[in-house]
């Protein structure tokens, strides 16, 4: 069975644009959830879809938006980026995402860069 | 609000030897799980062990356990026979029953060197 995908990996981006990045669960998950790590503040819950609706929203400015497909892909959308949106970010999935008794697993990653 | 702390920043074993990684938590919530991630460098995430804070029983997970201590609130990874392949960051992590769905707190991480 194929792991969590995400593309692209790497992204370079500029002050200002805006980025969209994307993520596909694990067949059969319905929940897919968003992380941001970055070294000064480790990895934070950005927020959680299942069956194309917003659960859960961390602690993150109204720059940071996301969506899920009814295939349960699912994208995230940072406008006007600043510099310190540079970072790791992580997607993961879950059957149904309920609230830690199923394995979250995670993909590999997008790392954006923003200049 | 729930918080982790790892207060170890880094750590290294020798190969074959025992290692123990420290956490604590926050909480006031009654229901909750908590994990070990471990991420090897340029690698995915991946699920090493949980615990479930109802379950008074100690997870083990092959070279792996934890020592769960609820009322200390306190969930330390012990790896025991320490293998090269073991050298990664070690994130704990928790969540609660009425987070609503899928929302881990994690703590800082803890680097793990295994030397040879």
């Known amino acids: 069975k194929a792991g969590v995908t995400q593309t692209p990996r790497y992204l370079i981006k500029t002050r200002g644009q805006q980025v969209t990045l994307s993520c596909s669960p694990i067949?059969?998950?319905?929940?897919v959830s968003w992380y941001q790590q970055t070294p000064g503040q480790g990895l934070q819950f950005l927020f959680e879809?299942?069956?194309?609706?917003?659960?859960n929203k961390g602690n993150f400015p109204g720059r940071f938006s996301g969506r899920q497909f009814s295939n349960s892909r699912s994208e995230m959308n940072v406008s006007t980026l600043e510099l310190g949106d540079s970072a790791l970010y992580l997607c993961?999935?879950?059957?149904?995402?309920?609230?830690?008794?199923?394995?979250?697993?995670f993909g590999p990653g997008t790392r954006l860069l923003v200049l | 609000a729930q918080t982790v702390t790892q207060s170890q920043p880094e750590m290294s074993v020798q190969e074959a030897e025992t290692v123990t990684l420290s956490c604590t938590y926050d909480?006031?919530?009654?229901?909750?799980?908590l994990f070990w991630y471990k991420q090897p460098p340029s690698r995915q995430m991946i699920l090493v062990i949980r615990?479930?804070?109802?379950?008074?029983q100690n997870a083990t997970e092959n070279r792996f356990s934890v020592n769960f201590q609820k009322a200390a609130k306190s969930f330390s990874l012990k790896i025991s026979d320490s293998q090269l392949g073991d050298t990664a960051m070690y994130f704990c992590?928790?969540?609660?029953?009425?987070?609503?769905?899928?929302?881990?707190?994690f703590g800082k991480g803890t680097k793990l060197s295994v030397i040879p």
């Open positions: 993961a999935s879950s059957r149904t995402g309920y609230r830690g008794a199923e394995t979250q697993y």
């Open positions: 067949s059969g998950h319905r929940s």
């Open positions: 879809y299942f069956s194309e609706t917003q659960r």
């Open positions: 909480t006031s919530e009654s229901n909750y799980y």
């Open positions: 615990q479930e804070a109802y379950k008074q």
């Open positions: 992590a928790f969540t609660y029953s009425g987070a609503g769905s899928y929302q881990l707190t």
